[in-house]
């Protein structure tokens, strides 16, 4: 085939994070762009020229207008691109700071049987940006990326054991990020369309409306929500609709 | 027993296609000629069972004799079953390879075909089956000739990280043209180019990407 | 599923005992006795493409006559085919007991498709809920295999070793060769040998779940 068999399955983690990257993030450009305070001082033109950027896109309302030091929201590929260019600084999201992590943490120790309410890109955006933009951080790195990582193996933990409750027709874990549900996406894809075969092997030709609302009688938070053969969701979807 | 023989052909088919999972590169191992003959021999000796029972039963029926016509129908119905399994194994079989031959020439298409069809590593291959190749490979080639021109269906599926990358050169190839300049492609230079251009170079083995 | 299906044959291939309602001439060779007729009540294995066709077409009562067949209400098929091995009393005990550790390759390598077809043909709800449970239990603890492998030796080879042919003998012998690690060498042994207990199916999901927590682990821990 021309798609090869993996990613047949499931999106390649690079995949997923070109998809995180066409979101917003806010940063500080260092550079002005902003064309239109230049019409009324047009003596001081000379010298504005040399500091005068110009930037060429096709959707340039954002770069245009751009103000030295003045917060502005761009796609996170292109905050990529001028932070390697040393021409803005990226502000990070308040809940990659260490206070912001510590709540989440404590959060999910608390709640057993939830997962805290983190941005559905959490881990790639927290990958990226310490990766490329290091400096911009306010606290040390290595706090933010054990935290990151406690984080990750407590919400793992809990996602196997949500497995527990895996049946033939739906299975709900709120709040997992993106990067999360492409992992178990295969597996659990398969495991729950072999079930609905197997169910569907076991009944005579009778209705099998009765089965729907058995399957998990006592959810506590991992309660039932998607179709067996679909794609996982998790419901907290980007606003901007991008496909999971 | 009939049917001993296919169970062999389809267990082979599946050692193939195990075989094939764990690497990245898509290898056919040779075709299995003789088993294949051996099925077909016995498909012929199966057909010829069934046309025998189907001709008793005519005569059968023209005398008048419907005692146990049934129960002479379950030997018709046996040979009929042997034969389609074996039918079903061997197309099943077939289609295995043909399917690899298709990922062959998806993996292939960056590259060039005709080194790769025309070398040794192909006698695994029945003539049929390298016909199949080549008529799937320029297939391939007009598809992507035609209207989707501005697609490279066959290139790299991971996305771009960033616009220039740095490459460095494995083989000699000369000087190579691009939109934005010549490079002149020595052994184990290094380049800082624009990604689109040396995708295409990448793809083939001439440069690395560092 | 579907007719190109290599497992698909495989499957159908599994044997199944059966016991002939008629006398039938000409079939010896299934009993290795070629050229004689099979007597009624004969207890053989047949293959379940052969069976499960030959237990439900019917062949009409013996003394019928063809105009009658409409008022004959008891349909007698060919052959009966009774309970396989692998769906017997006991495999049944022993997974409702644990199905974990339960050596399913052993048992049949295609149970779980197995299960369907028969599951299908007889609507069998009891077999189904009990091949579901065990789908389920076994389906976490392979997750749990999967993930930790991915987390130990990314470049896990020995897994891919493992053929779908009997011989798993050939199995024990390679794990040997696999990591210097005494702790990986001692977790991949454990894990190798419960692998070699999965049924095809379980494989498969197994090999799926395992390939995309090594690539995510693998985009975690690359340098840009």
């Known amino acids: ?244 | 027993m009939y049917g001993d023989l296919a169970n062999k052909l389809v267990i082979e088919a599946k050692r193939t296609a195990q075989l094939n999972n764990r690497g990245n590169k898509t290898t056919l191992p040779v075709h299995n000629d003789e088993l294949v003959r051996d099925i077909i021999k016995e498909v012929t000796q199966l057909k010829r069972n069934i046309e025998f029972f189907k001709e008793q039963e005519e005569t059968m029926n023209e005398n008048g004799e419907y005692a146990n016509s049934r129960i002479m129908k379950c030997q018709h119905f046996v040979n009929a079953l042997c034969l389609e399994r074996n039918k079903r194994c061997l197309l099943g079989y077939q289609k295995l390879r043909s399917d690899m031959l298709d990922s062959l020439a998806w993996e292939n298409n960056g590259m060039d075909m005709l080194g790769t069809v025309s070398s040794e590593e192909n006698s695994n291959l029945t003539h049929h089956e390298q016909e199949y190749l080549k008529k799937y490979s320029e297939l391939l080639t007009d598809m992507k000739s035609g209207e989707l021109t501005d697609i490279d269906l066959s290139g790299s599926l991971t996305p771009p990280r960033e616009i220039f990358i740095d490459v460095r050169v494995l083989k000699d190839a000369g000087e190579i043209q691009t939109e934005y300049g010549v490079f002149n492609l020595i052994k184990d230079s290094q380049f800082f180019v624009r990604q689109s251009d040396v995708e295409r170079l990448i793809q083939q083995g001439f440069l690395q990407k560092i | 599923m579907g007719y190109y299906d290599i497992d698909d044959m495989l499957t159908e291939g599994s044997e199944i005992p059966c016991k002939f309602l008629h006398d039938i001439p000409g079939l010896g060779y299934l009993e290795n006795n070629p050229g004689k007729p099979i007597k009624a009540n004969a207890k053989l294995m047949l293959p379940y493409w052969l069976a499960h066709i030959l237990a439900v077409v019917d062949s009409g009562s013996i003394d019928d006559n063809s105009e009658n067949r409409m008022d004959d209400e008891r349909s007698v098929p060919f052959i009966e085919m009774s309970t396989p091995e692998s769906f017997s009393q006991k495999v049944t005990n022993a997974i409702k007991t644990d199905p974990v550790s339960l050596d399913l390759h052993s048992i049949n390598p295609h149970f779980y498709e197995l299960a369907l077809k028969w599951c299908g043909l007889y609507s069998d709800k009891n077999l189904s809920e009990i091949v579901s449970h065990l789908l389920i239990q076994r389906a976490q603890e392979i997750n749990n295999f999967a993930f930790s492998t991915a987390i130990q030796n990314k470049n896990i080879n020995s897994i891919g070793s493992i053929t779908s042919s009997n011989n798993i003998n050939d199995n024990k012998n390679s794990n040997d060769n696999s990591n210097s690690n005494n702790n990986n060498n001692t977790h991949l042994l454990a894990s190798s040998s419960f692998l070699m207990t999965l049924d095809e199916l379980e494989k498969q999901v197994y090999k799926k779940s395992h390939e995309s927590y090594k690539d995510s682990k693998r985009w975690m821990y690359q340098n840009k």
């Not at chain 1, 990613?7 to 979101?23: G, R």
């Not at chain 1, 206070?99 to 049987?113: A, F, P, S, T, W």
């Not at chain 1, 606290?139 to 406690?150: F, G, K, S, T």
């Not at chain 1, 054991?161 to 709040?175: A, P, R, T, V």
Request: charged share 25%; with cysteine.
């Open chain 1, 1 to 244: 085939m021309s798609l090869p068999a993996l990613l047949q399955e499931t999106f390649s983690p690079e995949e997923v994070q070109f998809i995180v990257e066409n979101q917003k993030i806010k940063i500080f450009p260092r550079i002005t762009t902003n064309k239109r305070r230049n019409l009324s001082d047009s003596n001081n033109e000379g010298n504005d020229d040399m500091s005068r950027w110009k930037m060429l896109t096709m959707d340039g309302r954002a770069l245009e207008t751009m103000i030295v030091m003045k917060s502005t929201e761009v796609t996170l590929w292109l905050a990529l691109l001028l932070k390697q260019q040393s021409k803005c600084n990226i502000i990070i999201p308040e809940w990659l700071t260490v206070r912001g992590l510590e709540l989440m943490l404590q959060y999910e120790k608390r709640n057993v049987d939830r997962f805290s309410a983190l941005p559905w890109d959490w881990l790639v955006v927290s990958e990226i940006l310490f990766k490329q933009a290091a400096d911009d951080f306010n606290d040390p790195i290595h706090e933010l990326r054990n935290r990151i990582q406690d984080l990750k193996e407590i919400r793992q933990m809990k996602v196997l054991q949500g497995l527990k409750y895996l049946n033939e027709s739906h299975l709900q874990l709120d709040n997992l990020g993106i990067l999360e549900i492409n992992e178990l996406r295969p597996f659990i894809v398969t495991v729950m369309d072999k079930l609905r075969l197997i169910h569907a092997s076991g009944q005579p030709d009778e209705e099998e409306s009765d089965e729907y609302g058995e399957g998990n009688a006592d959810d506590v938070g991992m309660g039932t929500m998607l179709n067996s053969d679909t794609n996982m969701s998790s419901s907290s979807v980007p606003p901007n609709g991008t496909m999971l």
